[in-house]
């Protein structure tokens, strides 16, 4: 018979740390915690792989998972000493959901499990404490009719709340033994009413029914909606805790709390959590009471505390991890209720791997692979300029959450988040959030809310997903109805709204009314630099260059760790206002006399230009790329000219002045914007294309106007020349795009080859080196990657267009139906930022095949979105190329990824040999 069922407790555990796979995150925590000798309430857990059963049989499990069951509580009620459904002395159990991989509050918790009519007087009785039994058992009906039985939670809210307004009280603990059994009696005709039964009195018929809906919270929507977000698979299933209660709602005595080892936001090794006291379950966490830092936890019960600490330290060494603990003290005495490895910051990830390194609790390949590629980014994201904020109204100082600063628009609710994301950046306010929130919280850049501590859902989850968020802020009272809100600051009251523009700081938990500015981070702070030193080595010999077409932006991928630029886009450089109406002129010359008057005066330009990247960039490579787009970019819309055209004959002077703003780069003036229009408008529909992706662009510009590739390439040579003279070491490589073959590279390469040649000879610098080689973007060229390496002496994947021409899509009409195709998983992700290894990866990997058979020492790399993405970063290092190449800001980010690569790929073939 398969084994179902795990015990633990009691000093011992069938289980361990090691099966998280069929105990989950929670369970396996629980019986390695209790193999250890903490002290946790017995239970035992039902396996993940009964989630999946329960679905495939029509919401049953099998008779063993039952039989496995009854067994396993009869051993908690032995080491309890009590039974379930026993009136004088009852048991009571919570059950508690717990898959593989952690998802906060996404899943279903009851608590009091075993609670009735009848035990609940013996509850009453055997604790003297009437008040704390009615709680609970009010509690219980609460979340059991939430969660097992679908009653709507407001149901019971309204009617509790009214009982208070009654009493006139404002805590929840202010309520007497006499206001909660009233409560009870409304709470079980509200259960009559929603589920037309009686609220189930059989403690064994509670705890199938409580065990199912565990199952069933798998599939709530914000379930599906975080695992989505996630990627965590479907198929993996919840398993379920079965354990005794212990009670942190008992007294002054007693109380429960949440904590991390270290702080998630930091990672600072400081001791770091909240209590609350007389409380009980998601209390802490709920954001309604604000509870205690766990610093004064040591005022309350110093003994409880020491041992807290020694028992979560020894939990941290034993997982060699930052823990993240859940615990109760039931009268002095203190259970420990979870623990597991805690999410972090990305800047808390990196310091805790880097402390830990240096504590020699792990060793430095452990500490690269302990932090996602991806949580970089938030040490890679700008803080607030702080002379902007200085003319902002600071409208509250909150709780500082998760680090970073963002700048939006309000959005009140979760929706109008997700609806006014699309128009720009939105920051979410909240009085506190609930896993109900995801959506709203991904949506949006930030997240505020009014009440909460740094535990609470809204900390928790923006840490999670790495966006700033700022809690507590006492001074904002919301009125989510009417979509405003009331800040007390500095003595008046203001009233933001719906829309309105706010800068947060999740680093210190300041919140201002209007915009400012951001600041790039600092890549040089000492455990960054740290961090990066130790995933540098890792990845061997295997290059990271930044996409940058100015100096500025080569500086400052220099400072990231980029070693060259992996692509210069020479285009971009005129569309610069002193340029442009030079392109222009040459764009619209009929002769190839006056496109080369035009090109001389955009020849120095470009040279500057390039010098300055050079000098930038002093001992690296630079890969410059020759003209790509397509002409009709740099000159008017044809649709824009034909209205203009059209309303001329009308218009009055005021308008004609605005045209001949409009068209001053052609030389026009107020008498003949006719003639110049009618001018342009003939020359423009002579480049009209019908696909201009597809049309005259890339080496085809080059090869029908060569004055263009001439000019270019003597721009970069003379640049050469120049950079040099300064004494600094230049690595010129220059690229040639959208061949769909070699003859294309042959004919572009002999013209930029003849050009530096003669330049570099007249500056007697005929030893300096050089590369021509091409960009494989079109998939004819790389299924004849062979012949064009004859020519190519390097190549670079353009994924960007070797995307849209491999799977004849086109990047920007795919944003219009991206979601359906995603959702309907037609495609597992967006092509175009993470790259589809499974077809267009065929193509990489052959030409980059191909291309070394004909020349062994052909450099290979990639210069397309996907440099910057981890996943696409790993491929690229599997299949051999040399470098991959992203903006400056995702040069960490590749980086780590590449050590991440090679740290596996050694580990999987060292795996290979011992099993050989
Ligand atoms: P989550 O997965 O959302 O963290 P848990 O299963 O940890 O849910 O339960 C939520 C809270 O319920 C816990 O933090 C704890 O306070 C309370 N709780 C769970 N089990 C017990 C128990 N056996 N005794 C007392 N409180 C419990
Ligand atoms: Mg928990
Ligand atoms: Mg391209």
């Given at each position: 018979?398969?084994?179902?069922?795990?015990?633990f407790?009691?000093?011992t555990?069938?289980g361990?740390?090691t099966?998280k796979?069929a105990l989950?995150?929670k369970g396996?925590g629980?019986?390695e915690?209790?193999?250890?000798?903490?002290?946790?309430?017995?239970g035992?857990?039902?396996?993940?792989d009964?989630?999946?059963?329960f679905f495939?049989n029509n919401?049953?499990?099998?008779?063993?998972v039952n039989e496995?069951s009854w067994?396993?509580?009869?051993?908690?009620?032995?080491?309890?000493?009590?039974?379930?459904?026993?009136?004088?002395?009852?048991?009571?159990?919570?059950v508690?959901?717990?898959?593989?991989f952690?998802?906060p509050g996404?899943?279903?918790t009851?608590?009091?499990l075993?609670?009735?009519?009848?035990?609940?007087?013996?509850?009453a009785?055997?604790t003297?404490?009437?008040?704390f039994a009615?709680d609970?058992?009010?509690?219980?009906?609460?979340?059991?009719g939430?969660?097992?039985?679908?009653?709507?939670?407001?149901?019971?809210d309204e009617a509790?709340?009214?009982r208070?307004?009654?009493?006139?009280?404002?805590?929840?603990?202010?309520?007497?033994?006499e206001d909660l059994?009233?409560?009870i009696?409304e709470y079980?005709?509200?259960v009559?009413?929603?589920?037309?039964?009686?609220f189930?009195?059989d403690?064994?018929?509670?705890?199938?029914l409580?065990?199912?809906?565990?199952?069933?919270?798998?599939w709530?929507?914000?379930?599906?909606?975080y695992?989505?977000m996630e990627?965590?698979?479907?198929?993996?299933?919840?398993?379920?805790?079965?354990?005794a209660?212990?009670?942190?709602n008992?007294?002054?005595?007693c109380?429960?709390?949440?904590?991390?080892?270290?702080?998630?936001?930091?990672g600072?090794?400081?001791f770091?959590?909240?209590f609350?006291?007389?409380?009980q379950?998601?209390?802490?966490?709920?954001?309604i009471?604000t509870?205690?830092?766990?610093?004064?936890?040591?005022?309350?019960n110093?003994g409880?505390?020491?041992q807290?600490?020694?028992?979560?330290a020894?939990?941290?060494k034993?997982?060699?991890?930052m823990?993240?603990f859940?615990f109760?003290?039931?009268e002095?005495k203190?259970?420990?209720?979870q623990?597991?490895?805690?999410?972090?910051?990305?800047?808390?990830?990196?310091?805790?791997a880097?402390?830990?390194?240096?504590?020699?609790l792990?060793d430095?390949?452990?500490?690269?692979?302990r932090v996602a590629p991806?949580?970089?980014?938030?040490?890679?994201h700008?803080?607030?300029?702080?002379?902007?904020l200085?003319?902002?109204t600071?409208?509250?100082?909150?709780?500082?959450?998760s680090?970073?600063?963002?700048?939006?628009?309000l959005?009140f609710?979760?929706?109008?988040?997700?609806?006014m994301?699309?128009?720009g950046?939105?920051i979410l306010i909240r009085?506190e959030?609930t896993?109900?929130d995801?959506?709203?919280?991904?949506?949006?850049r930030?997240?505020v809310?009014?009440?909460g501590g740094?535990?609470?859902?809204?900390?928790v989850?923006?840490r999670?997903?790495?966006?700033?968020?700022?809690?507590?802020?006492?001074?904002?009272?919301?009125?989510?109805r009417?979509?405003?809100?009331?800040?007390?600051?500095?003595?008046?009251?203001?009233?933001?709204?719906?829309?309105d523009?706010?800068?947060?700081?999740?680093?210190?938990?300041?919140?201002?009314?209007?915009q400012?500015v951001t600041?790039?981070?600092?890549p040089?702070?000492?455990v960054?630099?740290k961090?990066?030193k130790?995933?540098?080595?890792?990845?061997?010999?295997?290059g990271?260059r930044a996409?940058a077409?100015?100096?500025?932006?080569?500086?400052?991928?220099?400072?990231f760790?980029?070693?060259?630029?992996?692509?210069?886009?020479?285009?971009h450089?005129f569309f610069a206002?002193d340029?442009l109406?030079?392109?222009q002129?040459?764009?619209?010359?009929?002769?190839?006399k006056?496109?080369r008057?035009c090109?001389?005066?955009?020849l120095?330009?470009q040279?500057?230009d390039?010098?300055?990247?050079?000098?930038?960039?002093?001992?690296l490579p630079?890969?410059?790329?020759?003209?790509?787009?397509?002409?009709?970019e740099?000159?008017?819309?044809?649709?824009e000219?034909?209205?203009?055209?059209a309303?001329?004959?009308n218009?009055?002077?005021k308008?004609?002045?605005?045209m001949?703003?409009r068209?001053?780069?052609?030389g026009?003036?107020v008498k003949?914007?006719k003639t110049?229009?009618q001018?342009l408008?003939?020359?423009?529909?002579?480049?009209h294309?019908m696909?201009?992706?597809l049309?005259l662009?890339?080496?085809?510009?080059?090869?029908l106007y060569?004055e263009?590739?001439?000019?270019?390439?003597?721009?970069?040579?003379e640049?050469?020349?120049?950079?040099?003279?300064?004494?600094?070491h230049?690595?010129?490589e220059?690229?040639?795009?959208?061949?769909?073959?070699v003859?294309?590279?042959?004919?572009?390469?002999?013209?930029v080859?003849k050009?530096a040649d003669?330049?570099?000879q007249k500056?007697?610098?005929k030893k300096?080196k050089?590369l021509?080689?091409?960009?494989?973007?079109?998939p004819?060229?790389?299924l004849?990657?062979?012949?064009?390496a004859?020519?190519?002496?390097?190549?670079s994947?353009?994924?960007?267009?070797?995307?849209?021409?491999?799977?004849?899509l086109s990047?920007d009409?795919?944003?219009?139906?991206?979601k359906q195709y995603e959702?309907?998983?037609?495609?597992k992700a967006d092509p175009f930022?993470?790259?589809?290894?499974?077809?267009?990866g065929l193509?990489v990997?052959?030409a980059?095949?191909?291309?070394?058979q004909t020349r062994?020492?052909?450099?290979v790399g990639?210069?397309?979105?996907?440099g910057?993405e981890?996943s696409?970063?790993?491929?690229?290092?599997?299949?051999?190329?040399n470098?991959v190449?992203?903006?400056?800001?995702?040069?960490?980010?590749?980086?780590?990824?590449?050590?991440q690569a090679?740290i596996?790929?050694?580990?999987?073939?060292?795996?290979?040999?011992r099993?050989a």
């Amino acid at each position: 018979m398969p084994k179902y069922v795990y015990s633990f407790g009691g000093g011992t555990a069938e289980g361990n740390g090691t099966m998280k796979d069929a105990l989950g995150g929670k369970g396996s925590g629980l019986a390695e915690m209790s193999r250890a000798g903490v002290p946790v309430p017995p239970g035992f857990t039902v396996v993940t792989d009964v989630c999946n059963l329960f679905f495939d049989n029509n919401q049953t499990v099998p008779e063993e998972v039952n039989e496995q069951s009854w067994k396993a509580l009869a051993e908690v009620e032995k080491l309890t000493g009590k039974k379930l459904g026993d009136a004088a002395d009852p048991l009571l159990l919570s059950v508690r959901s717990g898959a593989k991989f952690s998802m906060p509050g996404m899943m279903n918790t009851i608590l009091n499990l075993g609670l009735n009519d009848e035990t609940t007087e013996g509850l009453a009785k055997k604790t003297s404490n009437p008040r704390f039994a009615y709680d609970c058992y009010r509690r219980f009906i609460q979340m059991f009719g939430e969660v097992a039985m679908g009653i709507d939670m407001a149901l019971f809210d309204e009617a509790f709340d009214a009982r208070k307004h009654k009493a006139k009280i404002k805590l929840d603990t202010e309520l007497t033994a006499e206001d909660l059994k009233a409560i009870i009696g409304e709470y079980k005709k509200i259960v009559q009413k929603a589920a037309k039964r009686d609220f189930p009195q059989d403690p064994r018929e509670q705890m199938v029914l409580a065990r199912n809906a565990v199952f069933n919270s798998w599939w709530a929507p914000k379930a599906s909606y975080y695992r989505k977000m996630e990627k965590i698979s479907d198929r993996l299933g919840t398993a379920c805790n079965i354990q005794a209660m212990v009670f942190g709602n008992m007294g002054d005595n007693c109380c429960t709390g949440v904590g991390f080892t270290r702080d998630p936001g930091s990672g600072d090794k400081v001791f770091y959590g909240e209590f609350l006291v007389n409380a009980q379950g998601e209390d802490v966490v709920a954001g309604i009471r604000t509870p205690q830092p766990i610093s004064e936890l040591r005022d309350w019960n110093a003994g409880v505390y020491d041992q807290l600490r020694e028992i979560t330290a020894m939990l941290e060494k034993h997982y060699k991890d930052m823990q993240d603990f859940e615990f109760t003290v039931q009268e002095g005495k203190l259970y420990m209720l979870q623990t597991r490895n805690g999410k972090r910051t990305g800047p808390a990830a990196v310091k805790v791997a880097v402390d830990m390194v240096d504590e020699k609790l792990i060793d430095e390949k452990t500490a690269v692979m302990r932090v996602a590629p991806s949580q970089l980014d938030q040490l890679l994201h700008p803080v607030f300029d702080a002379a902007s904020l200085k003319s902002l109204t600071k409208l509250a100082t909150g709780i500082d959450a998760s680090p970073g600063a963002a700048v939006g628009r309000l959005a009140f609710t979760s929706d109008a988040a997700v609806e006014m994301a699309e128009g720009g950046p939105v920051i979410l306010i909240r009085k506190e959030t609930t896993p109900d929130d995801i959506h709203g919280m991904d949506a949006a850049r930030g997240i505020v809310t009014a009440v909460g501590g740094k535990s609470s859902h809204a900390a928790v989850v923006a840490r999670g997903m790495g966006r700033p968020c700022v809690v507590g802020c006492g001074a904002i009272s919301i009125n989510e109805r009417a979509k405003t809100a009331d800040v007390k600051a500095g003595g008046k009251t203001i009233t933001v709204k719906q829309g309105d523009w706010v800068s947060m700081n999740g680093t210190n938990g300041e919140v201002y009314l209007g915009q400012a500015v951001t600041k790039a981070p600092d890549p040089n702070s000492p455990v960054f630099a740290k961090f990066m030193k130790m995933a540098k080595v890792f990845r061997g010999d295997f290059g990271v260059r930044a996409n940058a077409d100015i100096p500025r932006d080569a500086k400052a991928a220099v400072a990231f760790g980029a070693e060259g630029i992996g692509l210069c886009r020479t285009e971009h450089m005129f569309f610069a206002e002193d340029r442009l109406p030079h392109m222009q002129a040459m764009i619209l010359s009929e002769t190839e006399k006056d496109r080369r008057k035009c090109l001389a005066k955009l020849l120095p330009m470009q040279r500057k230009d390039f010098q300055g990247l050079f000098e930038a960039m002093d001992g690296l490579p630079v890969v410059i790329r020759t003209i790509d787009p397509p002409l009709h970019e740099f000159v008017p819309k044809r649709e824009e000219l034909m209205v203009d055209l059209a309303k001329l004959p009308n218009a009055d002077i005021k308008a004609k002045r605005e045209m001949v703003e409009r068209y001053k780069n052609f030389g026009v003036e107020v008498k003949t914007l006719k003639t110049v229009l009618q001018d342009l408008l003939k020359r423009v529909e002579d480049l009209h294309e019908m696909n201009p992706m597809l049309g005259l662009r890339g080496c085809r510009l080059g090869i029908l106007y060569p004055e263009i590739t001439e000019m270019q390439a003597r721009a970069i040579f003379e640049a050469v020349v120049a950079a040099a003279k300064k004494g600094k070491h230049v690595i010129p490589e220059v690229m040639i795009p959208l061949i769909g073959g070699v003859q294309e590279l042959e004919n572009q390469k002999a013209i930029v080859k003849k050009i530096a040649d003669e330049v570099l000879q007249k500056a007697g610098m005929k030893k300096q080196k050089y590369l021509i080689g091409t960009m494989i973007e079109i998939p004819r060229a790389a299924l004849l990657a062979d012949q064009v390496a004859r020519e190519a002496e390097f190549f670079s994947f353009g994924t960007n267009d070797l995307t849209q021409t491999t799977m004849g899509l086109s990047r920007d009409d795919y944003t219009k139906f991206s979601k359906q195709y995603e959702e309907k998983k037609i495609f597992k992700a967006d092509p175009f930022g993470v790259l589809d290894q499974e077809g267009v990866g065929l193509l990489v990997k052959w030409a980059v095949e191909k291309g070394r058979q004909t020349r062994p020492d052909l450099e290979v790399g990639i210069c397309g979105e996907h440099g910057g993405e981890p996943s696409s970063v790993e491929f690229c290092y599997r299949v051999g190329m040399n470098y991959v190449s992203c903006s400056p800001y995702r040069v960490p980010i590749a980086l780590l990824a590449a050590a991440q690569a090679a740290i596996t790929k050694n580990e999987a073939s060292g795996e290979a040999n011992r099993t050989a």
